[in-house]
């Protein structure tokens, strides 16, 4: 366990705790598989942003990316805490507005936005659409003159590079179907008939998600202010993202850069690139929210099939997908510490061999009673969660800063999903 993170979990004799709280008592009261997160750490990583960005000296401004979590009690502490929203869909904005991020912080992302989509976020008055497409922008801009408004315009330029990360999840190259190329962003910006009811006040990029280099992000921003800076009118705004990379394996080689360095690098790049002061927006999921969260999941039995070890937990691939979409790995902490540990594949009981979060991993001899904690599923866990077999989400819940536990979304009963 030397890559154990003592600031969030300490074995005690009590067996495994989070902020101090004993987990093993919290499974005695809330059924298995379901998620568990802690205010303390999304706090933490928020100020992180807010902070750092203040010491780069960057005016920012903080879009939480909902389709990392959108659960709204999580969703409700950072707007208190005064960060705005990066939404993908109409029920991503209603979500964001019931939890009370402003719409003047809200930013809308994604290539296939949809007339009624448009229609809610005019009414709304959103900070901008980030827009995908000259085509899009065309609508837009007739929905907004049917209501009578002047919708705010930020296109999000495919800077055609490609970033280090998961071919899934790698969003900033032309094969990609993300963003608008620079030359034709910049002749769309003088055709005046898109323009009668939209203004240009930003531009936008997002190349990528789980980025653990930055060499590919410097040269989109360089990339992103020479557009800007071809284009005839000072803006406003340029966002640059989010995609800021998390360190899943606990390993010195794959630390991903520090907040603060990347702060320090898109305010140099920006400075030196674009001649306009502007405001910098951000639009952070995995970094803020994946640390948050503990993926609890009982043992039911295991099993040996002559040197293979199996683990078999009551959660699935249908509750935590990233393992099976992704070969994404996770560190897995059993319930109690030994020192006599064996080899396990830990694997859920859906029909598929993919149904497995970690394997070969060195566990106590666990049997049923046990439970493991899988770590840092803050990020899309439950929001890419499904019903897949027929199964019941799990329910989420919250170690708040006084130490209670609230449950922040009920389990899933059969009688909901039949």
């Known amino acids: 366990m030397e890559n154990f993170d003592r600031n969030k979990l300490v074995y005690t004799q009590e067996g495994l705790t989070l902020d101090g709280i004993s987990i093993g008592k919290i499974i005695e009261k809330f059924n298995t598989p379901l998620y568990l997160y802690s205010e303390k750490t999304l706090e933490h990583n928020l100020n992180h942003y807010i902070e750092d960005s203040k010491a780069a000296g960057i005016d920012a401004l903080i879009c939480f990316a909902l389709k990392s979590n959108s659960n709204k009690s999580l969703l409700q502490l950072l707007a208190k805490?005064?960060?705005?929203?990066?939404?993908?869909s109409a029920g991503e904005l209603i979500r964001a507005l019931a939890a009370g991020i402003p719409a003047n912080k809200i930013v809308f992302s994604g290539v296939g936005k949809m007339k009624k989509e448009i229609e809610l976020a005019l009414k709304k008055d959103i900070y901008s659409f980030n827009v995908e497409s000259i085509e899009e922008l065309s609508l837009i801009n007739q929905l907004a003159e049917k209501q009578g408004k002047i919708a705010r315009i930020a296109f999000r330029l495919n800077p055609k590079v490609h970033a280090e990360t998961h071919k899934h999840i790698s969003t900033g190259f032309k094969t990609h179907k993300f963003g608008v190329l620079a030359q034709d962003i910049i002749d769309a910006a003088k055709v005046e008939s898109?323009?009668?009811?939209?203004?240009?006040?930003?531009l936008s990029i997002h190349i990528g998600s789980q980025l653990v280099s930055l060499d590919a992000t410097e040269q989109a921003i360089i990339n992103l202010c020479d557009c800007a800076s071809q284009i005839d009118l000072p803006l406003e705004f340029l966002d640059v993202?989010?995609?800021l990379g998390v360190n899943y394996e606990k390993k010195p080689s794959k630390v991903a850069p520090s907040v603060l360095s990347y702060m320090e690098l898109v305010q140099k790049t920006v400075t030196e690139n674009y001649a306009h002061k502007v405001k910098v927006v951000f639009e952070p999921g995995r970094r803020i929210i994946a640390s948050v969260g503990f993926f609890i999941t009982s043992v039911i039995r295991s099993k040996t099939s002559d040197d293979c070890n199996f683990l078999i937990v009551d959660g699935g691939m249908n509750d935590f997908v990233r393992p099976s979409l992704y070969d994404a790995y996770h560190e897995i902490y059993p319930s109690y510490e030994s020192e006599d540990t064996v080899l396990m594949d830990i694997v859920g009981p859906i029909c598929e061999t993919a149904d497995c979060f970690g394997q070969g991993r060195s566990l106590p001899k666990l049997g049923p009673g046990d439970?493991?904690?899988?770590?840092d599923t803050g990020a899309y866990g439950y929001t890419m969660s499904s019903n897949y077999n027929l199964r019941v989400r799990p329910a989420e819940l919250l170690i708040t800063n006084?130490?209670?536990?609230?449950r922040i979304n009920k389990e899933e009963i059969l009688e909901d999903i039949l």
């Open 81 to 88: 805490r005064g960060a705005g929203a990066d939404i993908v």
């Open 402 to 406: 006084n130490g209670e536990v609230q």
């Open 194 to 202: 898109y323009w009668t009811h939209c203004k240009l006040v930003g």
């Open 371 to 375: 439970f493991v904690a899988i770590a």
């Open 241 to 243: 993202g989010g995609g």
